[in-house]
């Protein structure tokens, strides 16, 4: 959005300096992005006097002219037509930088004779399009600034433009008058009357308008318009000129200029017919689909079904509350027209404006919405100056709809300003604020003005106090220091695992990935989901049509885009949510973790290898661990179809208690995944960790042992199928007061043992607790031992 300073001048009263006006503006919510100052872009050039022009001696078209500047007398070469002698002049002199050619000035020589300056046109100052020749000034002395001379004489050229960013939630900063109320609400200067118009017409309208029962809803609100004959559409005044050229507009003919003013003046898109081209009256309606219309632009748009246009018994004359058609565009010709304002649907502009891909002043408007209220008012102000313009006589108004009632209110709580923004704002300065902005307060209820739609409850109310206030008015405050006792944790458990979980698996090694929670149906099928439930109605692509079962399908398909670049060897993690179902509850924590290829980068002492299932189990270990998981658990198989049937295990508390999954991916997975293994996984429900039984901020006291440990090693000899977990929670169960680890340290098959034999060989930690063990006393563990493994595994010591 484009302004001037003088036009926001027109509605704004105010001695505020532009630095005071554009950091209120960022202040307010309106960023300023950029200041065009022609007087400081001018600053260089001054005004001069030619005192001779005389023919160059090489060159009919140019003259040798001795022109009188601040530096003394200097040789200018020219080529205006208008360059003779007595001319006062704009000089550029020497390291001059001229922004209509991009040149900074030097001394030279053109044809042989030395030139020491540029008298410049208007177009290479930027000052407008004439180039025919230099400028000529009516006055003005030898040396003077030349802004200084446009200051006092022409202000219009000088006048700085301010471009501000516009968020979608405001479109009454649109218009010029939006962005004063706010500048006046802060209080850089007093609202000027807005004006007012009346205009009874003097006969009734030839052309009648409509809204079929199709464009009614969610198409046009209302459509309103008036005839106006014997209208002369020659050139705008020069300030209409100037302002729209400042804001980037290419000035057309007045009944254009006119509408192009109101749309950036008050936010109110206007369209002009040339009534002679209408035949018949004017239907708001919606297309079937396959029509055509050459717009203003000259390009040819096929419309789709359903889109709003104006049509009239010819066919379709605009495109509603976009663009204009070109067969009943205004020309210099055009003597009698048809004024159009209406309400359009702000939703049907957005669609119908990108599925023709069009982008005008109009459908930026329309779309972002616009003041209903104004609709009646701003077409009266539009015939008013078309009226002192271009003369003519107005018809009586012809309206089709009804204007939408917007009105609403909401309650006004001064106290929420402070717990809402943190900020301490006195309850008048609060209503003083809101009745600048145009809201109406009755009571504690705030009534939202017409051209506010973003405003749409008691906290939207809070923040215009706040804003307007100037955010940069908070303060921080230190928090309140607990008075008793140590304060109550704020992380619930889950959350407290969730970072536990987090910093354990990086600590191991592995680097985390944060994966969409979206994968293809193909995917989600590998991992058993795939289903109508957890399908997305409207999905991104087809590559994001379902809700991940598991977290595993985004670490694998990570690991094959790295691969695919080379990266062979990686340990990748993830925590976050799979889901098992539609419903907002029907989704739980994982912690997943990928290791693929080899364990360390080739080595000539043959320290790496393969990555395998143990090393999947023993980083799941540690992460349970850290998450406080009981330390026995049982290894059971029977694990998902995406494991390896033989090498994986599900670490439970129970059959049906299941804290995670580790083992080696199927093959098959991996092929359909194009991933190159070896890999190996664990998958670790954080929610099935029983919570602790003692809610306490604190940690339990430190257990120390001031008495030697001593460890025995067995051998035993079991049948082939026999786990070592079996084993292992044997040996630790015969006395678990003394026993403190059992370790497998080595399997052995083969030999003397026979056919279907192995021999599991562990170390046992033996910690007293009340006295140094004796030969006696461990002799009777290692009794122990020996008869629990045999119950547990039929195994019996190794000779």
Sequence with gaps: MKFTLSWLKDHLETQATLPEITDALTDLGLEVEEVQDPAARLSDFTIGKVIS????PDADRLRVCQVQTAEGERQIICGAPNAREGITVVVAGPGTYVPGIDTTIGVGKIRGV?????????????????????????????????????????????????????????????????????????????????????IRGSFPCPIDVSIAPDARENGCEVFAGRLIRNVKNGPSPEWLRDRLRAIGLRPISALVDITNFFTHDRNRPLH???????????????????????????????????????????????IGGIMGGLATGCTEKTTNVFLEAAVWDHVQIAETGRALRINSDARYRNERGIDPAFN???????????????????????????????????????????????????????????????FRLEDD???????????????????????IASLTRLRGKPMPRARDGVPKPILSTMQRREQIARRTTAMLGYNECVTYSF?????????????????LANPISSEMSHMRPDLLPGLLQAAARNQARGLMDMALFEVGHAFHGGEPDEQHLQVAGLLVGRTAPK???????????????????????????????????????????????RICLGPGKVLGIFGELHPGLLQAMDIKGPAMAFTLFPAEIPMPRKSSATRGALVLRDLQAVERDFAFVVDADVEALTLVNAAAGAEKTLVEDVRVFDEYIGGSLGEGKKSLAVTVRLQPVEKTLTDADIEAVSTKIVDKVRKATGGVLRG
């Design 53 to 56: 022009a005389d023919p160059h």
């Design 519 to 535: 994968i293809d149906h193909a995917g989600a099928t590998l991992f058993g989901g795939g289903d109508d439930a957890t399908m």
């Design 272 to 318: 002009v017919f040339d009534a002679d081209k209408v035949s018949g009256n004017l239907l708001v309606h919606r297309t079937k689909g396959g029509e055509t219309l050459t717009g203003l632009d000259e390009k040819d748009y096929t419309f789709g079904l359903g889109q709003v246009v104006i049509s009239d018994d010819a066919g379709i004359e605009s």
């Design 376 to 438: 009646m008012p701003g077409h009266e102000l539009a015939t008013r100056m078309i009226l002192d313009l271009c003369g003519g006589e107005a018809s009586e108004v012809v309206v089709a709809g009804e204007v939408p009632d917007v009105s609403r209110a909401y309650r006004l709580d001064p106290a929420r300003v402070q717990s809402l923004v943190g900020m301490d704002i006195p309850e008048a300065e609060q209503r003083r604020t809101l009745e600048a902005l145009g």
């Design 603 to 649: 080595d000539v002492h043959g320290q790496s290898r393969n990555v395998d299932l143990f090393d999947a189990k023993a980083d799941a270990e540690a992460v349970l661990s850290a998450l406080s998981a009981p330390a026995k658990v049982q290894i059971l198989r029977d694990g998902p179809d995406w494991f390896h049937p033989g090498r994986h295990g």
């Design 114 to 198: 030395e030139s020491h300056g540029m008298m410049c046109s208007e177009r290479e100052m930027e000052l407008s399009d004439e180039h025919d020749g230099i400028i000529e000034l009516p006055s003005g002395e030898v040396g003077q600034r030349f802004t200084d001379w446009l200051i006092e004489n022409d202000p219009a050229k000088v006048d700085p433009v301010v471009e501000i960013a516009i968020t979608p939630n405001r479109p009454d900063a649109l218009g010029v008058r939006g962005i004063a109320l706010d500048l006046a609400a802060r209080g850089l200067g007093r609202m000027k009357p807005a004006p007012q118009a009346e």
């Design 445 to 467: 209820m705030a009534h939202v003005p017409s051209w506010r739609p973003d405003v749409m409850g008691e906290a939207d109310l809070v923040e215009e106090v706040a804003r």
